[in-house]
């Protein structure tokens, strides 16, 4: 635990540090959309185009997570859902796991706190409510199928994506893309978290409790499932790290054979 902390703090800064300024954008962008008093929202009376902006928006911060300097060395995790996945695939250490879930919930609760002190009263005030995730109207079984889909498929991309030469390179985008359309499309069902510590930030705040275990089992279920199917399918090597973006030149803190499977390429093509 001692080793693990003190060498790789900078990473677990990194991850708290991505999954704050995730909140604080999310805080943001939600007031300027949902509160009733801003131009944005009384420009645009119809929610969908207002979720089709928020979709946007969160998908750029998103992808810009993952590239950033910080995003490229840690990972970009940015949830423990994630995480979790990762370590069941073998590809984190158990240590390294721990503190980046706990980095994760201490940073999106930090992000929404500085949100409340730029924002004030409007982030607090319905329908905004610190983003707070709720099941919609048609409750939480409902909710709950919909964060496990939405999880499991935003899991099997990164996965597939990361895996793939050729796609490798993109996968912060796929991520990216699949955030807009989920806001859109699952956002009215679930209100679209993917993230028990993106959920809990905001019910720290919020003080709306009653539907948080949706958001702490369904994601890590989700995302488990797609892992096993990975695993069973490609094979128990298939995964060669757990980072998001690869292609840098930033110290990996991983069990990974990424580098090596990029030597065993170029030394092929360079024999062949």
């Not at 991505?18 to 943001?28: R, Y």
């Not at 970009?76 to 995480?83: G, K, L, R, S």
């Not at 806001?183 to 919020?206: D, E, K, Q, Y």
């Not at 990975?230 to 298939?238: D, E, F, I, K, T």
Request: proline fraction near 6%; charge should be positive; glycine fraction near 8%.
């Amino acid at each position: 635990m001692r080793k693990a902390l003190s060498q790789h703090w900078p990473e677990y800064l990194m991850e708290a540090a991505g999954l704050g300024l995730f909140m604080l954008s999310a805080c943001v962008f939600a007031v300027l959309l949902e509160y009733p008093g801003t131009v944005l929202h009384q420009a645009i009376p119809d929610p969908l185009p207002r979720r089709m902006l928020m979709g946007l928006a969160m998908a750029l911060t998103a992808v810009g997570i993952i590239y950033s300097p910080w995003g490229q060395q840690s990972g970009a995790h940015i949830n423990p859902a994630v995480t979790l996945s990762f370590w069941y695939l073998g590809k984190i250490e158990h240590w390294d796991a721990v503190f980046y879930v706990v980095a994760q919930f201490l940073g999106a609760a930090v992000g929404v706190w500085l949100a409340v002190l730029v924002l004030g009263q409007a982030l607090a005030d319905p329908p905004v409510t610190y983003i707070v995730t709720r099941p919609g109207v048609p409750g939480t079984t409902v909710a709950f199928t919909v964060e496990m889909v939405i999880s499991m498929g935003l899991m099997a991309v990164v996965l597939i994506a990361s895996n793939r030469t050729n796609l490798a390179p993109y996968t912060g985008l796929f991520a990216g893309g699949l955030v807009a359309l989920y806001i859109i499309v699952a956002a009215p069902f679930s209100g679209m978290s993917m993230n028990p510590a993106r959920s809990l930030g905001s019910a720290l705040f919020a003080g709306q409790w009653d539907d948080l275990w949706v958001y702490f089992t369904a994601p890590p279920l989700g995302m488990l499932l797609a892992a096993e199917i990975y695993h069973r399918v490609q094979g128990p090597h298939a995964v060669k790290c757990c980072k998001l973006h690869h292609e840098n030149d930033k110290r990996c803190i991983f069990r990974c054979n990424y580098r090596r499977a990029s030597r065993g390429r170029a030394q092929a093509v360079a024999e062949g």
